[in-house]
């Protein structure tokens, strides 16, 4: 089955500066990568979804890269904030399949 | 739209006793719902998956025996902790989706803290 990893697990920036946020998976099957963006006690937000048929996709300060052949993609969010502060989630999903397995997560902090 | 609930929001119970979590998709009919579990600082792990009409499918490791789910109607999902013990105790997320088989977007419900004591 699916397997999502994702580093860093803790991340902290200034203020303004970018981060990024990396991921890998298993199945060479999956098509489908949404982003999830998690504060405390809160559900999961998707933030942002890239699909197998393109490289790179952006919204405002938040992109999203694809790297099919070395199975990565990565997060990119940039001018950062405070409300940016929280958990990110990316995760995978197989054309074959409905389920959606997550990675890790990464808690991200914007020092002000 | 896409507005997923789910009640209670949060529940405290006595060991050994059994919960039953609801999980409503309110403006759409979900196909397929998941069931989730988050413990603290850690990611969601899915437990199974619910289609309408149809038993379960629970990941490895998931007992469900343990963990009843139902999917009775296109927007209502119920899952049951029988004979709740405090490892039991974890943050509880259901998410819906619609169409057709593989269908992309998910939408998570608030969630259901559920504490055993």
């Known amino acids: 089955g699916e397997n999502v990893e994702q580093h860093p697990s803790t991340l902290s920036v200034q203020e303004g500066d970018s981060a990024v946020i990396k991921c890998t998976y298993s199945?060479?099957?999956?098509?489908?990568f949404p982003w999830y963006k998690q504060e405390l006690g809160k559900r999961p937000q998707l933030i942002i979804d890239?699909?197998?048929?393109?490289g790179e996709k952006k919204d405002q300060r938040i992109a999203v890269t694809l790297n099919k052949t070395a199975k990565h993609f990565s997060l990119h969010i940039t001018e950062t904030q405070p409300e940016d502060s929280a958990v990110y989630f990316c995760?995978?999903?197989?054309?074959?399949?409905?389920?959606?397995?997550f990675g890790s997560g990464t808690r991200l902090s914007i020092r002000p | 739209g896409a507005v997923v609930s789910q009640h209670p929001s949060w529940v405290i119970c006595k060991s050994g006793t059994s919960v039953k979590i609801e999980c409503r998709s309110l403006?759409?009919?979900?196909?397929?719902m998941f069931w989730y579990r988050q413990f603290p600082k850690q990611s969601l792990m899915l437990m199974a998956t619910?289609?309408?009409?149809?038993?379960?499918?629970?990941e490895q490791g998931v007992e469900k025996d343990k963990f009843l789910i139902n999917h009775a109607s296109l927007t209502l999902s119920t899952l049951t902790v029988t004979s709740a013990h405090p490892e039991d105790s974890s943050f509880y997320i259901c998410?819906?989706?619609?169409?057709?088989?593989?269908?992309?977007?998910?939408?998570f419900g608030p969630g259901t803290r559920l504490t055993v004591l």
């Open positions: 890239i699909r197998s048929n393109v």
């Open positions: 199945d060479s099957a999956s098509n489908y």
């Open positions: 995760a995978a999903r197989a054309s074959s399949a409905s389920k959606i397995i």
């Open positions: 403006d759409f009919q979900a196909t397929t």
């Open positions: 619910s289609n309408e009409g149809s038993k379960a499918t629970y």
């Open positions: 998410s819906a989706t619609w169409g057709l088989a593989g269908a992309d977007t998910q939408y």
